[in-house]
DNA sequence: GTTATAGTTGAAGTAAACTTGAAGTCAAGC
DNA sequence: GCTTGACTTCAAGTTTACTTCAACTATAAC
């Protein structure tokens, strides 16, 4: 239990690419924890790399944050996460990325057809309506993420 | 011209799938446009709902309302859209589409390694950090869609 | 010891894409 | 001709995922 090897803040967000407000954030949140110094000031455990490297992948698969911190919360409390404790939280994304392909699929195939027939039409366009991929709205493919997240700083908003 | 077949909210909602309050909103964006009766009511010309699938169909190919709203902007004024209008705006998905599913293949391949290795490593996880297909920030893959969105009145928030 | 840099908090702000509510008006069937 | 349901406006609220600000406090280097 060396307490030298803790990471500050600047450290984590550098070799995370998160910003610092994020950390806190996602710290507020549940996703990550910290110690504290004397001081007040925090300090990261380094497995606090693989928890947002975990997060930062599952955003890529389209997850919110409140279902990464339901995965992230399955983790055992006690130990830091094993290789297979990842590889548990990881399995489940694989079908979530094979529907999300397949939808996009299905929309692109439909939009060579669309673009030969320029119809969109409200029912039959495969475009506008990916009718069996997204109608079903039961626990299944009605989910995309928002937008690849980079691993990079975003440029802040303004 | 004839006034008899136009439509009123309920009908475009209904056979859009857009809520009445969604299409009063895109109304105020620009997206689509509505005459009145004397009494103010709405009153929709048939081709909004082609406008409308394709508001519904760029969502799902994950442009924001305002590419959205600049895409139909280039519509012509004067004459209902013609098929080959609405197959040139179609015709920039196709690429985007193509990037989106790189990146989620990418990702899935990546994810392939990953559960064989557990790792998640901050820099050479190609799940968390899908370098090469996002890490370009300049116009290229950093997009995709939020949500496949459904052709389905959403179910109201709370 | 001092100073520059880094870190702390809580509250408020941001962006997108809508929804909700209140308070009132219109249209259609009987 | 009146009631009922549909429609109107405008302002404010919602959600997610953060960022920004102001006013302080720690830490590290010298």
């Given at each position: 239990?060396?307490t030298?090897?803790?990471?500050?803040?600047?450290?984590?967000?550098?070799?995370?690419?998160?910003?610092?407000?994020?950390?806190?954030?996602?710290?507020?949140?549940?996703?990550?924890?910290?110690?504290?110094?004397?001081?007040?000031?925090?300090?990261?455990?380094?497995?606090?790399?693989?928890?947002?490297?975990?997060?930062r992948?599952?955003?890529?698969?389209?997850?919110?944050l409140?279902?990464?911190?339901?995965?992230?919360?399955?983790?055992?409390?006690?130990?830091?996460?094993?290789?297979?404790?990842?590889?548990?939280?990881?399995?489940?994304?694989?079908?979530?990325?094979?529907?999300?392909?397949?939808?996009?699929?299905?929309?692109?195939?439909g939009?060579?057809?669309?673009?030969?027939?320029?119809?969109?039409?409200?029912?039959?366009?495969?475009?506008?309506?990916?009718?069996?991929?997204?109608?079903?709205?039961?626990?299944?493919?009605?989910?995309?993420?928002?937008?690849?997240?980079?691993?990079?700083?975003?440029?802040p908003?303004?």
């Amino acid at each position: 239990m060396k307490t030298t090897d803790l990471l500050n803040v600047s450290d984590v967000a550098h070799r995370s690419g998160f910003a610092p407000s994020a950390l806190r954030f996602y710290e507020r949140e549940g996703l990550i924890g910290a110690t504290r110094t004397t001081g007040n000031q925090r300090r990261y455990e380094r497995n606090v790399l693989r928890r947002l490297a975990f997060v930062r992948a599952a955003q890529n698969v389209g997850l919110s944050l409140d279902e990464i911190a339901a995965a992230l919360s399955t983790l055992p409390d006690g130990r830091t996460p094993t290789r297979a404790d990842w590889t548990r939280l990881s399995r489940t994304w694989r079908s979530r990325l094979d529907e999300q392909i397949a939808a996009l699929s299905k929309l692109r195939d439909g939009l060579d057809s669309c673009i030969g027939c320029g119809c969109l039409s409200l029912k039959k366009c495969a475009i506008s309506n990916p009718g069996d991929v997204a109608a079903t709205d039961g626990p299944g493919a009605n989910y995309l993420p928002r937008r690849l997240r980079v691993n990079v700083q975003r440029t802040p908003a303004r």
